[in-house]
């Protein structure tokens, strides 16, 4: 079953690239994008009985105003893709738990706390950047997510429910992502592996072996892109979308 494009615009699977778009609307889907998306979660978690009053999640988490510039205001960066997000968010919010339950647990009673939350709150973050480079899934605000744990009795008291309150959240600034930036711009650029194109450098003269023998993307893309968007039809239009991947997947890894 072909699933409909617009969906498929919506998860950012776009058969042509967004238009240049002026500043002033770039700044506008910025501004709604920051606006409701941090309206989203600060309703949900003050108003809902489950999450407010049951559960005492607290209203938002700071990191999400870090995380609420790079969705909607770099929603291409590599750092806001939703293999960083999700993963980034969840080793931030396992690592800052864990810490803070070993020193509260096993270490340190409840009113010393403070006096070795300096060397927590820096083996947090720490540890974190470390898995997060290891796992290629860097995202900053996770700096914040496992910090705040710690340093907020409010989010200490959750424990491993921490962890359920950054996830939900990051699933929730996601799903509006996809939204707002897919109107007029594109998310995600991509959902798992990233797409590098070499470029090589300009100062750098190709021998001749070298150049009559190297095919670049370059050569030969352009001529089926430069084409009308109705000038093919959707089966031709997918047996050039795989051929395309294949070109480029060769010039790759030339």
């Known amino acids: 079953m072909r699933v409909p ?27 709604l994008g920051t606006f409701i998306g941090i309206c989203i979660l600060a309703i949900l978690f003050h108003y809902s009985y489950y999450f407010h009053i049951q559960l005492h999640y607290p209203t ?6 870090a995380a609420a510039v790079l969705f909607y205001g770099t929603p291409e960066a590599p750092m806001t893709q939703p293999r ?31 006096h070795v939350q300096w ?20 995202h900053p605000p996770g700096g914040a997510v496992a910090i705040s744990c710690m340093t907020q009795d409010n989010l200490k008291r959750l424990g491993w429910q921490y962890m359920g309150f950054v ?22 650029i991509f959902w798992w592996t990233p797409v590098y194109r070499p470029h090589p ?27 009308p968007k109705n000038a093919l039809n959707d089966s031709e239009r997918d047996a050039y979308n795989i051929i395309r991947q294949k070109v480029q997947a060769a010039a790759n890894t030339q």
């Open 167 to 188: 996830m939900l959240s990051a699933t929730l600034m996601t799903a509006w992502a996809l939204i707002i930036n897919n109107i007029e711009r594109q998310y995600p």
């Open 119 to 138: 060397i927590a709150a820096a083996s947090s973050v720490s540890i974190s950047l470390v898995l997060m480079q290891v796992t290629k899934t860097v």
């Open 60 to 65: 938002i988490l700071s990191s999400w105003g």
């Open 201 to 227: 450098d300009p100062q750098e003269a190709p021998d001749q072996d070298t150049a009559s023998t190297t095919v670049g993307t370059d050569d030969i893309l352009p001529v089926v892109d430069a084409l």
């Open 5 to 31: 494009r617009i969906i498929l615009q919506f998860l950012g699977r776009r058969n042509d690239k967004p238009k240049q778009l002026p500043q002033w609307r770039v700044c506008l889907w910025s501004f």
């Open 84 to 114: 960083a997000v999700f993963f980034g968010n969840l080793i931030s919010s396992f690592i800052g738990v864990a810490i803070t339950k070993l020193f509260l647990e096993i270490n340190t009673p409840e009113d010393a706390f403070e």
